[in-house]
Structure formats: C-alpha cells, structure tokens
C-alpha cells in the first residue's frame, strides 16, 4: 500500500502560480511512476502530468504544457506540481496518484491521495 497526501492548493488569481505537494508512504517511493490529475466541477477526472521513476521522463496534457511543471524528490518521497499562468479553465481538484508499473495518462493508477482543491479567480 502507498499512502498519498496533496497539500499546496488554494486560491489564486489568474496568471498567478501555486506548487503543489503529494508526500508518499508506505513503500519504496522511488519505485513508483507519480501522476497528477484533475476534476474540475461537474467534469472526469484527467490527466495533467506524470513522471518516471527517476525523473527523466515527463508527460503533460497538453493543456498544461509549458505552464506546469512535474518533479519529485525521492529523498524527500514527494512529487510536485508547479503552476504558472494559472487560468480559469485550471480550477479543479487536483489528484496525486501512484502506479508501480503503469505510466502512461490514463487514471488506472493504483493509489490516490484525497485531493486539493485548486480555484483560479479573474
């Protein structure tokens, strides 16, 4: 079992930037491919970015290319998302998620975290 937990979301103006966090436990972190996704209100969840193991490979929808950034720290068991020139269209709740041998954009990740909502204001 891997445990996940978001934190970073909150309120932000369009064009402003937040950083979202996702602490994993339970299991070796490093050896878990790491996605984002996102619902935004009375829409399916989908898919913002993923990661690899180690990093050296990224995935983006490409809604968010350019603008957000995934990265994570094995050391520290954590995944982020950077958002910058936030807009409208971004406010959703944001979801962390964890496969051990899936990476790819679709949300059959094993484990989710609880989410964080994000809302984009203009």
């Known amino acids: 079992q891997v445990q996940l937990v978001e934190s970073g979301g909150g309120l932000v103006q369009a064009g402003g930037s937040l950083r979202l966090s996702c602490v994993a436990s339970g299991r070796t972190f490093s050896h878990y491919y790491m996605g984002w996704f996102r619902q935004p209100p009375g829409k399916e969840r989908e898919f913002v970015a993923a990661i690899s193991w180690g990093g050296g490979s990224k995935l983006y929808a490409d809604s968010v290319k350019g603008r957000f950034t995934i990265s994570r720290d094995n050391a520290k068991n954590t995944v982020y998302l950077q958002m910058n020139s936030l807009k409208d269209e971004d406010t959703a709740v944001y979801y962390c998620?964890?496969?051990?041998?899936?990476?790819?954009?679709?949300?059959?990740?094993?484990?989710w975290g609880q989410g964080t909502q994000v809302t984009v204001s203009s």
């Open positions: 998620a964890a496969d051990a041998n899936y990476y790819g954009t679709d949300a059959t990740y094993d484990f």
